[in-house]
């Protein structure tokens, strides 16, 4: 029993060490072609790992996927599949609050904005890890929507928060240069 248990064993790690190898190359293929510039064969190949490897590769390979759409100027693809990640409840709560924050990123342009803003204000809080790009992406909300003086307060708020990222900091005293005082 004891032979079978280490030999079952052994043949299981060698099995998931190949797995793993094998979604690693695909994966590092697959952004290699996102460096050549060819984001359409890019997302076909990390749709195709999306749907074959490993957990932690498939959604690496989900995120992937989306990005090579957006570069390719294709946001209404990118943006459903950031919806299915953040859908899915098999997805980490922090991972599907990121693609919610992408999904806004793509579609901020075009979007609903009253749709957009309620999927990112639960972002907003304190606790998650994604609050300072959804308040941003909040005030350009509000800016698109004419609401200067909610845009200004919300991108003073930031510009103010010593704990937000520098660039975002930068972004938000740029767009305060602009809204005016």
């Known amino acids: 029993i004891i032979i079978v248990r280490i030999a079952s064993y052994q043949a299981w790690r060698a099995y998931d060490q190949k797995t793993r190898q ?39 390979a989900r995120f992937q996927e989306a990005a090579a759409l957006a570069i390719e100027d294709n946001k209404h693809d990118a943006a459903n599949i950031y919806r299915s990640i953040a859908s899915d409840k098999g997805v980490d709560q922090v991972y599907r609050d990121l693609a919610t924050l992408l999904r806004a990123t793509e579609l901020v342009d075009t979007a609903n904005p009253d749709e957009l803003s309620g999927e990112l204000t639960p972002l907003t809080a304190d606790s998650n890890a994604w609050r300072y790009g959804a308040r941003e992406i909040l005030a350009i909300l509000a800016f698109r929507q004419g609401e200067k003086d909610e845009a200004r307060h919300q991108f003073q708020v930031l510009n103010e928060d010593t704990e937000a990222p520098a660039g975002l900091r930068s972004r938000a005293r740029d767009m305060l240069s602009v809204l005016g005082s």
């Open 22 to 60: 094998t979604d690693s190359e695909s994966f590092a293929f697959a952004h290699k072609l996102l460096g050549e510039d060819k984001p359409s064969e890019a997302a076909s190949a990390f749709r195709i790992l999306a749907e074959d490897a490993t957990k932690g590769y498939a959604l690496l």
